[in-house]
């Protein structure tokens, strides 16, 4: 018996977390297609991220499902996804676990922002979990970006210089969070 409380495998492996991004039809009865492949293989639901006000470019909605299994089930559990027709867009171990939210004010249109996201994720020990974009006077103007990052534990401050430089070298501004013990 595990000293931690947690359950073993036949093979004694403890469950692992781990994220698996989706993408989902926006049609009823599709989410919970989505979970059915997961509990049938042994899979524990931790969280589910689903924001039906997001589109993918393929006109779906994203969902993001933390789980957790034993590490010799989870191919298993992808698999059993797709087997269903279920497009599975990332499946890996969960590596983040603080959350921080980060304006960006600039000509982020022009300086291409799906560039600037792409080197963010690359470059941080960073997810990108949430994106608002404002561009009210349009995108040849000035716009701003509230960026949701989850970050591994303790690297809150390596994504946040990964961030500043990319922004100082694309002339973006950065507005960072208050971090605990700031006054």
Same mark, same amino acid.
């Given at each position: 018996?595990?000293?931690?409380?947690?359950? +073993?495998?036949?093979?004694?492996?403890?469950?692992?977390?781990? =994220?698996?991004?989706?993408?989902?039809? !926006?049609?009823?009865?599709?989410?919970?297609?989505?979970? @059915?492949?997961?509990?049938?293989?042994?899979?524990?639901?931790?969280?589910?991220?689903?924001?039906?006000?997001?589109?993918?470019?393929?006109?779906?909605?994203?969902?993001?499902?933390?789980?957790?299994?034993?590490?010799?089930?989870?191919?298993?559990?992808? !698999?059993?996804?797709?087997? *269903?027709?279920?497009?599975?867009?990332?499946?890996?171990? +969960?590596?983040?676990? *603080? *959350?921080? $939210?980060?304006?960006?004010?600039?000509?982020?249109? !022009?300086?291409?922002? &799906? !560039? =600037?996201?792409?080197?963010?994720?690359?470059?941080?020990?960073?997810?990108? $979990?949430?994106? &608002?974009?404002?561009?009210?006077?349009?995108?040849?103007?000035?716009? $701003?970006?509230?960026?949701?990052?989850? =970050?591994?534990?303790?690297?809150? +401050?390596?994504?946040?210089? $990964?961030?500043?430089?990319?922004?100082?070298? @694309?002339?973006?501004?950065?507005?960072?969070?208050?971090?605990?013990?700031? @006054?």
């Amino acid at each position: 018996m595990p000293q931690d409380g947690q359950t +073993e495998t036949d093979g004694g492996e403890r469950p692992q977390a781990y =994220t698996v991004r989706l993408e989902l039809a !926006d049609e009823p009865g599709q989410l919970l297609a989505a979970l @059915k492949p997961i509990a049938d293989n042994g899979g524990n639901l931790l969280s589910i991220f689903h924001e039906r006000g997001n589109i993918t470019p393929r006109g779906r909605i994203p969902v993001e499902v933390d789980l957790e299994c034993p590490p010799d089930r989870f191919e298993g559990i992808v !698999d059993a996804l797709r087997g *269903e027709g279920i497009n599975v867009i990332q499946a890996g171990a +969960e590596r983040y676990g *603080e *959350e921080l $939210s980060i304006l960006l004010v600039g000509h982020l249109v !022009d300086t291409d922002l &799906s !560039d =600037t996201l792409h080197r963010i994720e690359e470059s941080a020990a960073a997810s990108l $979990s949430d994106l &608002s974009l404002s561009a009210p006077e349009g995108t040849d103007e000035p716009s $701003s970006a509230r960026l949701r990052l989850a =970050t591994r534990p303790g690297q809150t +401050e390596a994504a946040l210089e $990964s961030l500043r430089t990319i922004a100082a070298e @694309k002339e973006l501004h950065v507005i960072e969070p208050l971090t605990e013990g700031a @006054k």
